[in-house]
């Protein structure tokens, strides 16, 4: 087997992309990526053409929720609440159509659910460079 080289995917391959990602069985497609600003799709090819598509766009992760001991709960929900209406308000200057919370207390999870957020039941990887 030859070493596959890659580019970036052209106009010419939106067809074979989308229809390539609307049937490969497990990737968990979301078509309204092909429409956000910050979409990039990567071809891995060989000498007959494109053998895998890889798109990614720019999320905006939040991260480690940070309230100071004694806060009283509402004004700590109100403070979230309102951090998230300014990271909302980054996002939007940048292109970025998702934004990803990373938590695992159930009490912050309620209040991002009451506030638009969406719990994920597949697992996040995570590659740092």
């Given at each position: 087997m030859s070493?596959?080289?890659i580019r970036f995917a052209t106009p010419e391959d939106s067809k074979?992309?989308?229809e390539l990602l609307s049937t490969t069985a497990g990737n968990l497609y979301?078509?309204?990526i092909l429409s956000y600003p910050t979409l990039r799709v990567l071809a891995a090819y060989n000498g007959s053409g494109p053998v895998v598509y890889l798109p990614s766009q720019c999320a905006l992760i939040l991260e480690s929720l940070a309230v100071r001991p004694g806060t009283a709960p509402?004004?700590?929900?109100?403070g979230f609440r309102?951090?998230?209406k300014g990271k909302e308000l980054l996002a939007s200057s940048l292109g970025i159509k998702e934004i990803l919370f990373l938590c695992q207390d159930e009490?912050?999870?309620s209040l991002a659910e009451?506030?638009?957020f969406e719990r994920i039941s597949y697992p996040v990887m995570?590659?740092?460079l």
């Open positions: 070493q596959l080289k074979d992309v989308v979301d078509a309204d509402l004004e700590a929900a109100q309102d951090l998230v009490r912050v999870i009451r506030h638009g995570r590659l740092k």
